[in-house]
C-alpha cells in the first residue's frame, strides 16, 4: 500500500505561482511513477505532468512550458511548481503513484485561479 499527502493548493491571481507537494509514504518500489493529475467541475480527470523513476517527464500540452514537475526520491516527494496560472488551471489537483498495474491517489488539493 502507498499513502499520498498532498499540500499546497490555495487561491491565486491570474499570472502567479503556486507550489504543490506531495509526500508518499508505504511500500515505495521502483520502477514506478509519481504524477499530478487535475480535475474541473464537470470534467473528467486528467493527467498534468508524470515523472518516471528514470527522470524522465510528460507534461499535459495545456501546462507545457508553465509548470514543472520535480521529485526527491530520498524524501518520498514530489512537487508541481505551477507559474503564469490562467483561470482554466482551476480545479482540484490529485497525486498519483503507479507502479504496475497499481495505482494509488491522493485526497486532492483545490486549487482556484481568479482575480
Known amino acids: 500500500q502507498v499513502q499520498l499527502v498532498e499540500s499546497g493548493g490555495g487561491l491565486a491571481q491570474p499570472g502567479g505561482s503556486l507550489r504543490l507537494s506531495c509526500v508518499a509514504s508505504g511500500s515505495i518500489l521502483s520502477p514506478n511513477t509519481m504524477a499530478w493529475y487535475r480535475q474541473a467541475p464537470g470534467k473528467q480527470r486528467e493527467l498534468v505532468a508524470a515523472?518516471?523513476?528514470?527522470?524522465?517527464?510528460n507534461y499535459a500540452a495545456s501546462v507545457k512550458g508553465r509548470f514543472t514537475i520535480s521529485r526527491d526520491n530520498t524524501k518520498k516527494v514530489v512537487s508541481l511548481q505551477m507559474n503564469s496560472l490562467k483561470p482554466d488551471d482551476t480545479a482540484v489537483y490529485y497525486c498519483?503513484?503507479?507502479?504496475?498495474?497499481?495505482?494509488?491517489w491522493g485526497q486532492g488539493t483545490q486549487v482556484t485561479v481568479s482575480v
Open positions: 515523472m518516471h523513476s528514470d527522470g524522465s517527464t
Open positions: 498519483n503513484f503507479h507502479r504496475g498495474d497499481r495505482g494509488f
